[in-house]
Every structure is written in structure tokens, then in C-alpha cells.
């Protein structure tokens, strides 16, 4: 049954001839299934025309002239082998497989012998040429040199009986002419071409034959089956550096050793960190090489491995090159050592820094000498910021001042004025004498290193006495000429206008003792001396032009900050094109606020000042973000600290003013409270500001500035404290009260009195009595004790209950018995200690 129902389902093809070989393949599967598979081996079917004999194969072509030396035979083909008894087709395919390729090989193979047994016979033929040609000219020299030897009158007589006319006309024109050199004929080589195809060979036997060489050849370089298992064939051609190798190699093999090749010194630019691969490269050099020089030195690295500076200039000597060391701060402008020749320098304006007090007229006299009023738009009718400008004598010569503030919180602009400058204008009130900020202007002038005029002002009031100004002065040694010293001093009132000539004269004077000068037809470099954040003109900066011209459209980088000139305006507030040296003006044109003392330099292109200024930020945020070195000490003191921070967020109006708010605010801070900035900034209050401010619930300090409409919006929303000041020493009284508050009331205690415990009783039924001697002061009622026990502290409690004998009092004094009932312990014993003390309470004060 199982054999009908095989039968059934596996059918052979039915057709009328067998061209098909059928055979069956059984399948195994997993899980026991199986299956049987009819296996189809088609043979090659030769179609003719209808009713038309089966063509007959063509006839071999005539064999080829044979060539003048003997052809190798052609290999007879090898004949098949029988096919083995009970063969499947996979098996046959793959016999067949495998005959075929080592018909392949074996034809390559004796395709090979053949080319090899030619190209001997070619030499030898070759040879052979050789040998007959050299046997010509030798016979042709001992012909030349025979007739050379009779004389050409026979040669010419007797060449007409010989009839050699061809031979003895050459001798007759010269003597020492050689015969033509003569060559044994050879028979063309035929080329090879290609034999006719026979019907029923093979698709690959057709395309495995020779190209001729007149046909089109487009096609010859496509990859074919026979091709891509030859492997003689389209095999790769050799490269240039490997012909150039073998070459070399060769040469070596014939004349010896060749002279070695001279090493090449190379400039190897080095970084601060480099990895062994690019020194490497940067040398010409081996990496194994280096990395063996490595192992020698003790290192064990490998190529891909980062090594420092100091290690790569060893690893360079050692191989012969030289070093060029390069480092990340190369990136950066350095103008220290860029001076300019002497034949370059023009004469310059001086630059002239009013300093002293507050309140001693120092922007009344400015005023005064530029016929202007500053003084009125100043909040509080002091100075709060720095001011530059110039102004044109009766003589048309200019003069530039720099207006510092006097109050003690701006000490950083009077360091920049006084760095800056050329001659330092004290500023000293006749009425008044010498306070605190004048001294501190003295230091930074003789820190500068900079001559000194001295201004007496206010000579217009009647308890005016310069003389008591010139005797304080020698106590910071300075001697004014008055006094037979080398210091200017001039009495002036800019009130009156009395002694502003002289000042004038004076400085110009001075000016000329200093040959001012600078090279104008350069690059402009400037010093920032104030920086702000305008509503309507972005970020401006008031620079000092110390040399060069600065013109509209340089690009420049100030700082941390790149720009473009955009526009130069003047302290009057006029457009100028360009700005010469010591000239103070407006920059417009900064990517952002920079800070006050910035060096301004002029570059290239913008590419340039981009690169500049993002190495800068780079730097400034290492810095910035860098933490101090610690140990567990001072972690450990941090995290028990109970220092309060108080937060602030500082925005103002130019950077100058910043800065001396964050100071004035870190000098407020003491041990116990300390102020926390959380961003200081340049311009208006904006809501990333007040959303800082809010999440940190701190105040924000506006000085000379107001939120916008966005910010107020936030400040109601959120509830943020604002805290507007114009006046500085505002600012720092109000916060410090700010800050004491925080702290509240200062706790002040005052030890009453001593006493020692000498008995304990029991007081009811929980408590305790002490039996006490008063050995100092008095013990109270109601007061705070403290009781220890071998000097350590065992409680601190308050007294309850005071008795003499069987009586309450209030006080006991030295020298007398009393008993005590302590709050909240019990743990009272002989020979203890009671201290009594009283707390007052006092506003707190920074």
C-alpha cells in the first residue's frame, strides 16, 4: 500500500524523448519528516532547420606556415573518465566540477612550459643574431681596412673590369667609411589567431579563447568566470613604489652595496601632547622605531598612545631632526615685545588721571578746564564712574584726562586710571587735607611709577591753608618745589578759575620732559577704560588709543570678545572715521560687554580675532571653574561650617561700576554671614535674571538700571525683591543691614557668679536639690546656669528655685550656703561646678 501511494505522489515527466535525465532525491528534515524530490539533468539540444540533417561539424582549419623554429607540440586532450556505477547527479555534477578544473589547471600548466620553452628558444635566437652580426662587422672591418691599403686610383681603374661599381665608388669618397652593416633575414612571426569555433563546446571554452589583436577590445577587461578562477590572469598590476623597490633591489644584486641615502633633517613641529603615530609621521620615521627608542628610555608605550612634550624633543634629537616646540597659548597675541623703530614716532598728546578724595573737587576742576558741567548729572554730586576726555588748549596743543572716582569702593578704576596714564593730577583740597583715598592715589602713582602734579583746590574758601598741605605730604615723601623738592604744585579754584593755566602749564611742561611719543601708520592697540551695555547701540566700550590709528571696519578682539569697528565717537559725542594715539573714544561694534582694563589689539580678518577670543573664553572658563586644591582638613571644616550665605544678583550700568559692587559686597562678608553673587552683569534687569533671582529666592541690586517690561512682569508674578541704589555707599549700608538681619540679634553673655555643689537632697518626688557655696559673684533666681563636671560641660539648664535655709530669695552672695533646683536634670553630683550667667541681646552690626 505504501508503495501504490509512493507512486502516486512522486510522477516522472512524461514527454516523447528523453532529453531529460530524471533522478530522485530524498530530504530529511527534523522531527522524522522526509521527502523525495525529482532531480532534472537537461542535456544540450542542437536545433536545425525543419526536415534538415543535423549539420556536420566544420572542418579543422589548414594548419598555419610553420615558423622557422620548432613549435611545441599542442597537448592532446585527456580523455574522460567512466562514469562510476550508481552515480547520482549531485555527485556527477560534481565530478564533473572537479574535472573540469583540473582540466583547467593542466592546460594553464603546460600553456606555461610552452611560453617558457619559447621564451628559451627566443634567447637562443637571439644569441644566435647576435653572434652572426658581430661576425658581419667583423668581416666588414677587414674588407674596409684591405681596401684602405690600395691605392684609389687602382680601385677606380679596375672597378669598371670587376663591374663591382657598387663596392668601389664608397672607397673612392672616403678612406675610414665602414661597409653597411648587414643582418641575417628573419621570418616575420605570425600573429595568433584565434581557431574557429566548433559547435558544442563549452560557453567557457569560448570565452577562455585569445583575443585578436585588430578586433575591438572593448570587451576584454570583463570579468569572467574563467578569468576570475585563473588566477594568472587580471592579476593586479604592481604599483610604482614597488617597481621602484625591485629596481633598487636589483641594483643592489649587481653593483654591490649602494652608498647609503643621506638622512633628511626635518623641522618637527611639536604640541604639548602628541601621539607617538603623528611624531612618527611628522618625523618620516618608523613608528616600531620609536617605539623601540621608547622601550630603551624605560617607557612602555605604543603608537596610538599620548606622549608629553619634553619626552617627543628627546625622541626628536635622538633621530637627527630638529624641534619646534608649539603650545595652545601661541594662539594668543602677545604685544609685549613688539616695539616699534625710533624713525617711526610721532609726538602724541599726554594722558592726564585726576585723583584724590571724594568731594575734593576733582570733576569741578575738569569742568572748569573743559568749560562743561559733569558734576551736575552725577547722582549725589560725587563721581561713580570713569570719564575720559580731551581738550584743546590756547597753544592748539590737546591734552587727554581720565577722571577717576574718589569714593573707597572704586580702588580698581583708580589702578586702571593710573596704569594708563602719563602724569597723575593729585588732587588735594586746601580746607580739607589728606584722607584715605589720597593716600591710596599716592600708592598707585608711585605702583606706577608715573610723575606727579600736585592741586591745591579750593583756594576760594576762607579756611583754605596749603601750606598744612604741603607739610602732610612729606610725611609719604613727596617734596613739592615749594619746599625745594622735584614735585609740581599748583593752588587752584574751580570756582574762580584761578591757577587753571598754570595747571595747564604745567603739564605741558611735564609732557615735554617725557618726549610722549608713538607710532601712529600701524595696527591700533587700545586699553578699555570703561565698557557698558546701551538699550540702542549693544554693547559699547570707551577705549584709550595708546598706539596705531584706529579706523571704522578694523576688526579687533578685546579681551574675551571679538568685533568689528562699526562706529568711533568722540567724547562730544561727534562720528569720527579714525582715532589716533592717546585719543580716548566710543567703540561700537562688540560681540559683548567686555571687561574694564581689556587690551583692544587689531588683527587680520575676523577668522583671526574669532580664534583669539575663543582661546580667551576657553581660558577664563578653566579658570573660573577650576577648584582650589584641598585636603581632608578643610573638607571637613566646610561641612561642619555654619556659615549663612546671603545671595545677591548685581546688575549695573557700566563694568567698572560692577566691579566695585562685587567688592564692596565680598568686604561685607565676616565668619559667621558671607555674600554669595550669583551673576553680575552689565545692563538691564532681564527675566533670565529674575527667574535666577527667584529660584534662589535672593534679591536683585539694580545700580543706575531698571528691568523691562518682560522682567517687571516676571518680578510681580514671582515676587522677587528689588533693590535700587545710584549712590554706592547706599548700596553697601543698606545690604549690610540686610545681612545683620539675617544673622538677628547678637547674644552677649555676662557670668554672674561661681558656686560649688556640696551635697545633692532629694526635692519631691522626681527632683533634685543642690546644696551650694557661692565662691564668686551672686546666684539668681530666673538666670542661666551651666553645670560641669571636671570642667566638661553636663548641662545647661536654668534655676528654678533659690533658697537660703528654708526661705526663697532672690540673690546669695559670695561666701554664703544656698540651695538649688535646676530645670530639666537630675544629674547633680558632689564636687560639681555651677556657673550663673545673663544673656542681653544687641542689634547686630557688620
Known sequence: MSDENDNQRIRKPLGLKRSVDAGEVKQTFSHGRTNKVVVEVKRRRVLGKPGS????????????????????????????????????????????????EEERLRLAEEARKREEAEAREREEEERRRAEENRRAEEEAAKRAAEAAATPAVEEVAEAPETGDTETAAPAARTDAVPAARRFTPVERPEPKRPAPEVKGKKKDEKRAAPIDAGKDNRRSGKLTVTRALNEDEGRRARSLAALKRAREKERRGQGGPSKPREKQVRDVVVPEAITVGELANRMAEKGADLVKALFNMGMMVTV?????????????????????????????IDTSEDADPEETL????????????????????????????????????????????????????????????????????????????????????????????????????????????????????????PQKIRERLLEHEIVVEA?????????????????????????????????????????????????????????????????????????????TQSGKVRAIVDDKGQQLKEAGPSMPVEVLGLGGVPSAGDHLTVVENEQRAREV???????????????????????????????IEYPVVVKADVQGSVEAIVNALHNLSNDEIKVRVLNAGVGAITESDVL????????????????????????????????????IYHLTDEIAKEMAGELGPERIETVVGRAEVKQVFPAGKKDKAAGLLVLEGAIRKGLFARLTRQDVIVSA???????????????????????????????????????VFSVEERERTL
Open 53 to 100: 540533417e543535423p549539420a556536420a561539424p566544420p572542418p579543422p582549419p589548414p594548419p598555419p606556415p610553420a615558423p622557422p623554429v620548432a613549435a611545441t607540440p599542442a597537448p592532446a586532450p585527456r580523455p574522460a573518465r567512466p562514469a562510476p556505477a550508481g552515480e547520482t547527479p549531485q555527485e556527477r555534477v560534481k565530478r564533473l566540477q572537479l574535472e573540469a
Open 304 to 332: 596610538n598612545q599620548t606622549i608629553d612634550q619634553d619626552t617627543a624633543e628627546l625622541l626628536v634629537e635622538e633621530f637627527g631632526h630638529n624641534i619646534t616646540r608649539v603650545s595652545a597659548s601661541d594662539v594668543d
Open 346 to 465: 610721532r609726538p602724541r598728546p599726554p594722558v592726564v588721571t585726576i585723583m584724590g578724595h571724594v568731594d575734593h573737587g576733582k570733576t569741578s576742576l575738569l569742568d572748569a578746564l573743559r568749560g562743561t558741567d559733569v558734576v551736575k548729572g552725577e547722582a549725589g554730586g560725587i563721581t561713580q564712574h570713569i570719564g575720559a576726555y580731551q581738550i584743546t588748549t590756547k597753544d592748539k596743543s590737546k591734552i587727554t584726562f581720565l577722571d577717576t572716582p574718589g569714593h573707597a569702593a572704586f580702588t580698581e578704576m583708580r589702578m586702571r586710571g593710573a596704569n594708563v596714564t602719563d602724569i597723575v593730577i593729585l588732587v588735594v583740597a586746601g580746607d580739607d587735607g589728606l584722607m584715605p583715598q589720597t593716600i591710596e592715589a599716592i600708592n598707585h602713582t608711585k605702583a606706577a611709577g608715573v610723575p606727579m602734579i600736585v592741586a591745591i583746590t579750593k583756594s576760594d574758601k576762607p579756611e583754605y591753608n
Open 483 to 559: 619746599m625745594s623738592g622735584e614735585v609740581q604744585d599748583v593752588e587752584v579754584s574751580a570756582k574762580t578759575g584761578a591757577g587753571l593755566d598754570k595747571l595747564i602749564e604745567a603739564i605741558n611742561l611735564q609732557a615735554e620732559l617725557l618726549e610722549l611719543k608713538a607710532r601712529p601708520d600701524r595696527d591700533a592697540e587700545a586699553t578699555v577704560i570703561e565698557a557698558q551695555l546701551d538699550k540702542g547701540r549693544g554693547p559699547v566700550a570707551t577705549v584709550l588709543v595708546t598706539r596705531g590709528t584706529l579706523k571704522r571696519g578694523d576688526t579687533f578682539v578685546v579681551g
Open 613 to 643: 577670543a575663543k582661546y580667551r573664553q576657553e581660558k577664563a572658563t578653566e579658570k573660573r571653574t577650576a577648584l582650589a586644591p584641598t585636603n581632608f582638613d578643610t573638607m571637613f571644616n566646610n561641612l561642619a561650617s555654619n556659615v
Open 692 to 727: 535666577l533671582a527667584a529660584a534662589s529666592k535672593a534679591p536683585i541690586i539694580g545700580f543706575n538700571v531698571r528691568p523691562n517690561a518682560k522682567a517687571r512682569d516676571l518680578v510681580k508674578r514671582d515676587g522677587v525683591r528689588m533693590m535700587y541704589y545710584d549712590v
Open 797 to 835: 539648664t536654668k534655676i528654678a528655685s533659690l533658697r537660703r535655709f528654708k526661705d526663697d530669695v532672690d540673690e546669695v552672695r559670695a561666701g554664703l550656703e544656698c540651695g538649688v533646683v535646676l530645670e530639666d536634670t537630675n544629674d547633680i553630683k558632689a564636687g560639681d561646678m555651677l556657673e
